[in-house]
């Protein structure tokens, strides 16, 4: 489970610093998602590549969300990019005081674990009949769910005239259709927070998110433990059983955290295909930038940037570095002077 420090909302200038806060919050989360996503060796692993891929889809949507929020208030919404390993965005720990450490892992139990560990509901995860379980943590900070409940909480306070109708809002006609939807005051922002938080975390006592999907945590569970979370005739209603199919094996030997590599020892097509992840990675924050900040035609660029990284990626899982038995995946960048540097 992961805290955020806790910071009082005293002016509407705080909770946009906190919105601020969220969007590189959901935009961090994407990194360590795909990479894992992007190790799988193409033509395995489908339930668990489709688990992975629908969780990161959310998370742009939530990021998308938040935008749209904090542009119907009035500001400008700003992205960011964390370095990795490093922490995540807000003072988020793991329950202690120092910070939680985000790593850069191909898919394996240790990726899932990581993942879940970041989307661990509220009150710890249910703990459904298994062999094993996660032992839930005792929260001494603000978690995710209480952070967004305490942004509702005021956002329920502001007057009608303190929110922008149609401010730059992100809608669904280019990209995630059905999923986005625009923010023109409390009633959409507090829909927003719902959506966010279920599909994250899940009901208190129960598994599944407000559309009667497996919420974010339990997805990566079913992969972590090989098995598929099913109603069942117990007091919970729910238990792991059968098997999803997980082949741990069936991955590229990617090295974990790239972008502490040093690629500049490897041959000049592995620095390549790395120099062309980081183009992909820098256009897409950079499109999604000016999509979120009403800049409606970029959305689509960041979509294409978006499928031009997952192809650089898929290229440099394939092109050996230095250790011919190891590969590289995406370092996730962000280097807007690259071409420059190419010329030096």
Same mark, same amino acid.
């Given at each position: 489970?992961?805290?955020?420090?806790?910071?009082?909302?005293e002016?509407?200038?705080?909770?946009?610093?906190?919105?601020?806060?969220?969007?590189?919050?959901?935009?961090s989360t994407?990194?360590p998602?795909?990479?894992?996503?992007?190790?799988?060796r193409?033509?395995?692993?489908?339930?668990?590549?489709?688990?992975?891929?629908?969780v990161a889809m959310?998370?742009m949507?939530?990021?998308?969300?938040?935008?749209?929020?904090?542009?119907?208030?009035?500001?400008?919404?700003?992205?960011?990019?964390p370095?990795y390993?490093?922490?995540?965005?807000g003072?988020?720990?793991?329950?202690?005081?120092?910070?939680?450490?985000?790593?850069?892992?191909?898919?394996?139990?240790?990726?899932?674990?990581?993942?879940m560990?970041?989307e661990?509901?509220e009150?710890?995860?249910?703990?459904?009949?298994?062999? &094993?379980?996660?032992? /839930? $943590?005792?929260p001494?900070?603000?978690t995710?769910?209480q952070?967004?409940?305490y !942004?509702?909480?005021? +956002?329920?306070?502001?007057?009608?005239?303190?929110?922008?109708?149609?401010?730059k809002?992100?809608?669904d006609?280019?990209?995630?259709q059905?999923?986005?939807?625009?923010?023109n005051?409390y009633?959409?922002?507090?829909?927003?927070?719902?959506?966010?938080v279920?599909?994250?975390?899940?009901?208190?006592?129960?598994?599944?998110?407000?559309r009667?999907?497996?919420?974010?945590?339990?997805?990566?569970g079913?992969?972590?433990?090989d098995?598929?979370?099913?109603?069942?005739?117990?007091?919970?209603?729910y238990?792991?059983?059968?098997t999803?199919?997980?082949?741990w094996?069936?991955?590229?030997?990617?090295?974990?955290?790239?972008?502490?590599h040093?690629?500049? &020892?490897?041959p000049? /097509? $592995?620095?390549?295909?790395?120099?062309q992840c980081d183009e992909?990675?820098t256009? !897409?924050v950079q499109? +999604?930038?000016?999509?979120v900040?009403?800049?409606?035609?970029?959305?689509g660029?960041a979509v294409?940037?978006?499928?031009?990284?997952?192809?650089?990626?898929?290229?440099?899982?394939t092109?050996?570095?230095?250790?011919p038995?190891?590969?590289a995946?995406?370092?996730?960048?962000y280097?807007?002077?690259?071409?420059?540097?190419a010329?030096?």
């Amino acid at each position: 489970m992961i805290y955020l420090k806790f910071k009082r909302i005293e002016k509407i200038e705080d909770a946009i610093d906190l919105l601020q806060m969220a969007i590189k919050l959901e935009f961090s989360t994407l990194p360590p998602y795909l990479y894992a996503l992007y190790s799988i060796r193409p033509g395995t692993n489908a339930e668990a590549s489709g688990r992975i891929r629908s969780v990161a889809m959310q998370e742009m949507v939530h990021m998308c969300l938040a935008c749209n929020i904090i542009n119907a208030l009035g500001t400008d919404p700003a992205l960011a990019v964390p370095t990795y390993p490093g922490p995540l965005p807000g003072g988020i720990t793991g329950g202690g005081e120092e910070p939680l450490i985000i790593h850069i892992l191909p898919f394996s139990k240790d990726a899932m674990a990581q993942a879940m560990a970041i989307e661990e509901p509220e009150e710890g995860a249910v703990p459904f009949p298994h062999v &094993k379980l996660l032992a /839930a $943590a005792e929260p001494t900070f603000m978690t995710i769910g209480q952070f967004y409940g305490y !942004l509702d909480s005021y +956002l329920k306070t502001l007057l009608p005239s303190q929110w922008s109708n149609g401010r730059k809002q992100i809608d669904d006609r280019q990209f995630l259709q059905g999923e986005v939807f625009a923010v023109n005051g409390y009633d959409d922002a507090h829909n927003a927070i719902v959506r966010i938080v279920s599909e994250g975390e899940g009901h208190k006592k129960d598994p599944l998110d407000f559309r009667g999907e497996v919420s974010h945590y339990y997805r990566f569970g079913e992969i972590f433990y090989d098995q598929v979370l099913t109603k069942a005739d117990n007091s919970l209603g729910y238990a792991w059983t059968g098997t999803l199919g997980v082949d741990w094996n069936a991955v590229y030997p990617a090295i974990a955290d790239p972008g502490s590599h040093d690629f500049s &020892k490897d041959p000049p /097509a $592995a620095q390549k295909a790395q120099d062309q992840c980081d183009e992909a990675f820098t256009r !897409l924050v950079q499109e +999604l930038q000016k999509a979120v900040t009403g800049d409606v035609g970029s959305l689509g660029n960041a979509v294409r940037a978006m499928f031009d990284l997952r192809m650089a990626a898929k290229h440099a899982l394939t092109v050996p570095l230095a250790v011919p038995t190891q590969v590289a995946g995406p370092s996730f960048r962000y280097r807007p002077n690259l071409k420059k540097e190419a010329v030096q």
